[in-house]
C-alpha cells in the first residue's frame, strides 16, 4: 500500500518503517533504542499516543523531559539545549507528502531546528492521516487542522482556534505559506520542509496504519 511512499522517503535518505498499530510503532522504538541513551524529543501527540513517553520515562535511558511535572522555564530550555547532541530525538511531522517530503511548521522551533540539525537521530511517529499528495496539500493541512487543533490543545487563543482555520484561508483559497495571523502568540512562525539528507538514514521515519495527532 505504501510502496512508492516507501521508496520516496529511501531515495531522501530517510529510513521508513511500517507499523500496523501503535503497538506495533511501540515495539520498533524499543529495537532502536539501546540502554543509557541520551534521549528528548517535541511535544507531540501522536508520540504521547503510542506510549513512548512511558517507555522513556521507566526504562534505562537518560531522557531529558520538556513535560515533566512542575518544569520550569530554565529547566525546559536545557532540554531544549541538551537536544543538540542527544542521541535520539522524538517528534512527528505535520506532514508528509507522497514524493518523501516532511512538512513542519513551529512557534519557538526546536523541533525544525532538531530535525535538520543536532541530534544524531531523529525518530518520527507519523499516522496515515497526515500524508498528503504535495508541500501545497502539506501547507493546508497545517492552516486547516494540525495549527487549530495544536492551538486548542494548548489552550492559545489565536484567530485560528477560534475560526477552526488559519486566518488567511478567510478570504483566498490559496494563501501563501507564510500567510496568517500577527499574532505575538502565533505558532507558525518558521517552516521547514525537508526533502533529500546529506545523512543517510539519520531520520527514521514509523508510518503507522492509523490516525495519530494532529
Not at 35 to 46: L, M
Amino acid at each position: 500500500m505504501y510502496k512508492n511512499l516507501f521508496r520516496a522517503l529511501e531515495n531522501n535518505n530517510i529510513k521508513p518503517y511500517y507499523a500496523e498499530n501503535k503497538a506495533k510503532a511501540l515495539e520498533i522504538v524499543k529495537e532502536l533504542l539501546f540502554e543509557n541513551a541520551v534521549i528528548t524529543g517535541g511535544g507531540s501527540v501522536s508520540v504521547n499516543q503510542i506510549g513512548v513517553n512511558d517507555l522513556l520515562k521507566n526504562g534505562n535511558y537518560n531522557y531529558f523531559d520538556r513535560n515533566k511535572k512542575g518544569i520550569s522555564a530554565d529547566e525546559q530550555l536545557n532540554v531544549f539545549k541538551a537536544t543538540v547532541g542527544a542521541d535520539f530525538y522524538f517528534c512527528s511531522t505535520n506532514a508528509l507528502t507522497e514524493n518523501g517530503e516532511l512538512i513542519n511548521v513551529d512557534g519557538n522551533s526546536n523541533r525544525i531546528s532538531a530535525i535538520a540539525f543536532g541530534p544524531k537521530k531523529v525518530i518520527m511517529i507519523v499516522g496515515k492521516n497526515k500524508i498528503v499528495k504535495n508541500v501545497e496539500e502539506g501547507i493546508l493541512r497545517v492552516k486547516k487542522t494540525a495549527a487549530p487543533l495544536n492551538c486548542e490543545r494548548l489552550g492559545i487563543d489565536n484567530p485560528c482556534r477560534k475560526l477552526g482555520h488559519c486566518i488567511s484561508l478567510e478570504n483566498n483559497d490559496n494563501p501563501s505559506m507564510t500567510d496568517g495571523c500577527n499574532c505575538l502568540t502565533r505558532i507558525c512562525r518558521n517552516y521547514l520542509i525537508s526533502g533529500k539528507q546529506k545523512d543517510k538514514d539519520r531520520i527514521n521515519l514509523i508510518l503507522v496504519d492509523e490516525d495519530l495527532g494532529y
